[in-house]
């Protein structure tokens, strides 16, 4: 994927942890108990570019982690309910 003739990203599997901006590259970093981990991965097929991401606690998350992972979640549902061809933002 390079748009507009930028390099392409360097990664089809975007991995970030706890406060990491999305898109964060895989590394070596090991994963503990508790932390949050989004992914973010793509694929190109024929043509066709897709593009999907979740959320997961490793293991046992705080009651504040939980928390977020609900409320984030619910917030994306309700922004796609609300999504209509020709609607705004703001």
């Known amino acids: 994927y390079a ?6 990203y360097p990664g089809a599997i975007c991995f970030s942890v706890n406060e990491e901006l999305v898109h964060g590259i ?4 090991m994963l503990r108990e508790g932390d949050i981990v989004s992914i ?3 694929v190109t097929h024929r043509g066709f570019v897709s593009d999907a991401a ?3 606690a ?5 009651d504040e982690a939980e ?4 409320v984030t979640a619910a917030s994306l549902e309700a922004g796609i309910r609300a999504t209509r061809a020709g609607a ?3």
């Open 26 to 29: 895989p590394s070596e970093r």
């Open 3 to 8: 748009p507009g003739g930028r390099p392409p």
């Open 40 to 42: 973010d991965l793509g």
């Open 54 to 56: 979740f959320t997961a």
């Open 58 to 62: 490793v293991g046992d998350a705080s």
């Open 88 to 90: 705004r933002v703001g």
């Open 67 to 70: 928390r977020l992972m609900r």
